[in-house]
């Protein structure tokens, strides 16, 4: 393949991406410049292409210059945020990484790709600007919209001796470190001990890491300086926000690495420095961090540092599954059902006998908000006074029989059979051996081998 023909296919390909390319040779002369990174800088291919970096962008100096800096220093600069007004006038919010060309150890050139964030940059600061609004008003009804442990149902033993231990730590300005699975009610408990602290006056307020890139979050969480990157404004981040009251790190093992680590020296010493900024400021934040799966798993696979874990676990609390609550599935059902009659207006009363049957055998992978989703959806199907079959979500229905069962003997058999199998299969088909597992005589296993052969058959 002609040289020249794979450098037309390489141009053609940068040219239509997203991110903007920008690239220069040894020199800081442009040899790249897609038509992403002209509409960044609300210019032109043709007034950059070819141009020394300082003569197409004035305003950058030797040292200011990114590109520049890489060729000088060798060492690329990666993810960082930036904040400007383009030659149009417009704002733009990137995130850039720019890192050197370099033949046979020689540097040759330098390229920087950068990806638009000006959306949700935009969104982000509707975000922060509520949340300073939602800290500076004082909510009348406070106490009528508080989240209180009473309000948490349940009747299971493990669940009930979780609510007391959480009760335990709640007055308390403990970390507080909660996995569960996806729907469990891991903010409930925040909510209910943050209410149940002498922080409840303050604010609560809760972040989703996984929801933004790294240097956007860093932003939200410790702030920014005037000046910390081109049009950075000051303005406080949410632990500034929470001062008094109570920090929610949602899914914090989707939190960078590198993110852990300034969280950590916050938590150690409870100083806040803006990023670019050079004041330090003291903050008195209770911090509950939050994760779908056990703490020790993600330790292993690194997407949480140990030394955060270890100081985040000051306390823990493990929210089991729907599934391993079964006698509170017909008691939160009950709940939702009268809860929706005052939000629909209906009289429901209660449940039919399959119904109840399926929401006992179904596995619940969405947990309790997905039990409180099938209840609204039931309800708005039917006029009835009971819930039946036809009225659930079709894919609940479907995905997962019914089920109709016709006596004990039989569901028994069934059972039988299952652990028998599995035996089998563990031991690779040995009989003595699956007959020890199973705790019977080996001449009784044989026999109900037969016995379900002969069934089958």
């Known amino acids: ?42 210019t032109r291919i043709e007034d950059v292409l070819g141009k020394h970096v300082l003569e197409a962008f004035p305003s950058l100096t030797k040292e200011t210059s990114t590109l520049l800096m890489v060729l000088e220093t060798r060492c690329p600069i990666l993810q960082q ?14 995130v850039n990484s720019t890192i050197p060309i370099l033949v046979e150890g020689r ?11 000006s959306a949700i940059q935009k969104l982000t600061d509707k975000i922060v600007e ?24 349940t009747e299971d033993p493990h669940f009930l001796e979780t609510k007391r231990l959480a009760k335990r730590v709640a007055p308390t300005d403990a970390s507080v470190l909660l996995y569960g699975e996806t729907g469990t009610g891991k903010e ?55 001062d008094g009251g109570t920090l929610l790190l949602d899914e914090i093992n989707s939190m960078p690495l590198n993110l852990q680590a300034k969280l950590l020296r916050v938590l150690e010493d409870g100083m806040v420095r803006r990023i670019g900024g050079q004041k330090t400021r003291k903050v008195d934040v209770r911090v509950m961090a939050a994760m779908n799966e056990h703490p020790e798993r993600c330790i292993e696979n ?72 099938v209840m609204e959806h039931a309800m708005i199907m039917t006029d009835d006074s009971t819930i039946k079959m036809e009225h659930l979500p079709y894919s609940f229905s479907r995905v997962h029989r019914v089920l109709n ?6 569901t028994l058999r069934e059972t039988e059979e299952r652990l028998i199998e599995q035996a089998l299969l563990q031991t690779d088909g040995n009989m003595m051996q ?21 069934a089958a058959e």
């Not at 410790?222 to 000051?234: E, L, M, N, Q």
């Not at 069962?405 to 039989?410: A, D, N, Q």
Request: charged share 25%.
């Open 1 to 42: 393949m002609p040289a020249s023909f794979t450098k037309e296919m390489m141009e053609a390909i940068l040219s239509g991406i997203d991110e903007a390319v920008h690239a220069v040779d040894e020199n800081g002369f442009t040899i790249f410049y897609n038509a992403a990174a002209a509409k960044h800088d609300g």
């Open 81 to 94: 945020a930036q904040r400007y007004q383009n030659r149009s006038g417009l704002e733009v919010c990137t």
């Open 107 to 117: 540097v040759t050139g330098a390229v920087e790709i950068a990806k638009d964030y």
């Open 130 to 153: 509520l949340q300073w609004s939602r800290k500076r008003t004082v909510v009348e009804d406070k106490q009528h919209n508080a989240i209180t442990f009473e309000q948490i149902l």
């Open 188 to 242: 409930l408990f925040v909510h209910a001990i943050h209410e149940t602290s002498l922080r409840k006056s303050k604010p609560l307020i809760a972040q989703n890491c996984a929801a933004l890139p790294e240097s956007l979050l860093e932003g939200i969480l410790f702030g920014t300086a005037k000046g910390s990157y081109t049009g950075a404004i000051d303005r406080a981040g949410l632990f500034e926000l929470a």
């Open 302 to 373: 690194r997407t949480l540092r140990a030394d955060l874990y270890y100081r985040l676990n000051v306390f823990s609390l493990c929210i089991p599954p729907l599934r391993e609550r079964t006698g509170d599935i017909l008691l939160l059902a009950h709940h939702f059902l009268r809860h929706n009659n005052n939000k629909l207006g209906k009289q429901m009363k209660g449940f039919d006998t399959s119904v109840k049957q399926l929401l006992l055998y179904y596995h619940w992978p969405g947990n309790v908000r997905e039990l409180k989703h």
């Open 405 to 410: 069962i016709t006596s004990l003997r039989e």
């Open 434 to 454: 699956a007959a020890r597992l199973l705790d019977i005589p080996r001449q009784t296993l044989q026999y109900k081998l037969q016995k379900h052969r002969q």
